[in-house]
């Protein structure tokens, strides 16, 4: 009985873990894709103010 029982939380930590890894990566990959649209928003709008001002 005890074997079972062991498997059984074997098993739901082996869950758990993998859902708090799968977590903190996930949330690292959405900061790392808002922190880099952040990059390409400035960059945009440098080139924006960059064709504003050739317009001139």
């Known amino acids: 009985m005890m074997d079972a029982v ?3 939380v074997a ?3 082996i ?3 993998n859902w708090v890894v ?3 990566v996930t949330k690292n990959a ?3 894709a808002l922190i880099e649209d ?3 928003q400035r960059k945009v709008e440098k080139a924006r103010a ?3 001002q ?3």
Request: glycine letters at 0%.
């Open 54 to 56: 050739a317009d001139r």
């Open 22 to 24: 799968s977590y903190f």
């Open 30 to 32: 959405i900061k790392n």
């Open 15 to 17: 869950v758990v873990a």
């Open 50 to 52: 960059a064709a504003a």
């Open 6 to 8: 062991t498997i059984i």
């Open 38 to 40: 952040r990059r390409f």
């Open 11 to 13: 098993a739901i930590s």
